[in-house]
């Protein structure tokens, strides 16, 4: 039996003029409907918890590489969008999965424009909080010093905030489509810098690299930041700091074993 949909839904069903096409399910902190807009157009409405201002980096990218935005209402997390497959990159190797990804780098990385925080700021929160951390924190001291240095770095450097970056493209983020083969959704949008986007790519389906994780873990990396053209070292760099950042919100857990290994792995 198909449950009731929730009021804001059926509200925007009516407000938006939508067809409801069919049954719905639950996104990532929201609910997905799939639609038919008034003019014919199939398109899901994704109600929910959205990541701030994910409606003005798709709008931004107004179909480039990414899911075209339809219409939003952030006031209530709505968004309506351009209904892709529920296919994903989950299955796919790994390697050929990064290789896409690192293909829709190219598309996704725009100019900066202001509404979007900057990733300076975030990169200065980050230096602070591992500097703040006690000296007995289950981390490999040096690397949470290496990790430090580099947010600091990143925070006082001008190249960290020039272009629109999604931040979370990984293999459940990718959807095939009909007019391209495969998309981007679910951003989380900062003015930042390229660079920073491939760190998910080697914590998500991490117990698939189960006997040649620092192999699997280089093949990934590699792939992607060939496939985008991106430099090799700052990416590096990016994927240290983004993994000792996670590791510090994760402490007793098993995800910090695993994000020590991504950040070492890379530095071999």
């Known amino acids: 039996m198909t449950a009731p949909l929730p009021a804001t839904v059926?509200?925007?069903?009516?407000?938006?003029?939508?067809?409801?096409?069919?049954?719905?399910?639950?996104?990532?902190?929201?609910?997905?409907?799939?639609?038919?807009?008034?003019?014919?157009?199939?398109?899901?409405?994704?109600?929910?918890?959205?990541?701030?201002h994910a409606h003005l980096a798709l709008q931004h990218w107004h179909g480039r590489g990414a899911v075209r935005l339809l219409r939003a209402d952030p006031g209530r997390g709505a968004l309506l969008l351009e209904r892709a497959s529920r296919t994903d990159l989950r299955d796919h190797w790994d390697v050929e999965a990064c290789e896409v990804v690192g293909g829709l780098y190219r598309e996704l990385h725009r100019p900066a424009f202001p509404q979007l925080r900057?990733?300076?700021?975030?990169?200065?929160?980050?230096?602070?909080?591992?500097?703040?951390?006690?000296?007995?924190?289950p981390l490999p001291p040096r690397l949470v010093q290496q990790a430090r240095h580099l947010a600091g770095r990143f925070a006082a450097d001008p190249d960290t905030d020039g272009t629109v970056v999604h931040t979370d493209l990984h293999y459940g983020t990718v959807l095939a489509a009909e007019r391209a083969p495969w998309l981007a959704t679910s951003p989380r949008p900062l003015n930042g810098d390229p660079h920073?986007?491939?760190?998910?790519?080697?914590?998500?389906?991490?117990?698939?690299?189960?006997?040649?994780v620092r192999d699997g873990l280089r093949a990934r990396f590699h792939a992607a930041v060939d496939a985008a053209g991106l430099?090799?070292?700052?990416?590096?760099?990016?994927?240290?700091?983004?993994?000792?950042?996670?590791?510090?919100?994760?402490?007793?857990?098993?995800?910090?074993?695993?994000?020590v290994t991504i950040a070492k792995a890379v530095q071999d």
């Not at 920073?196 to 040649?212: Q, S, T």
């Not at 994927?239 to 074993?257: E, K, S």
């Open 231 to 259: 430099d090799e070292h700052r990416a590096r760099d990016w994927v240290v700091v983004r993994a000792v950042d996670l590791a510090r919100h994760r402490l007793g857990t098993d995800a910090v074993t695993r994000l």
């Open 196 to 212: 920073v986007e491939v760190a998910p790519l080697l914590w998500h389906r991490y117990d698939e690299l189960a006997g040649r």
């Open 10 to 52: 059926r509200d925007l069903l009516d407000e938006w003029e939508l067809a409801d096409g069919g049954e719905s399910w639950d996104g990532e902190r929201c609910a997905v409907v799939p639609v038919t807009t008034v003019d014919g157009t199939p398109a899901v409405l994704k109600v929910g918890e959205q990541p701030a």
């Open 118 to 137: 900057r990733l300076s700021e975030h990169a200065a929160e980050v230096a602070a909080a591992l500097a703040a951390l006690p000296r007995d924190v």
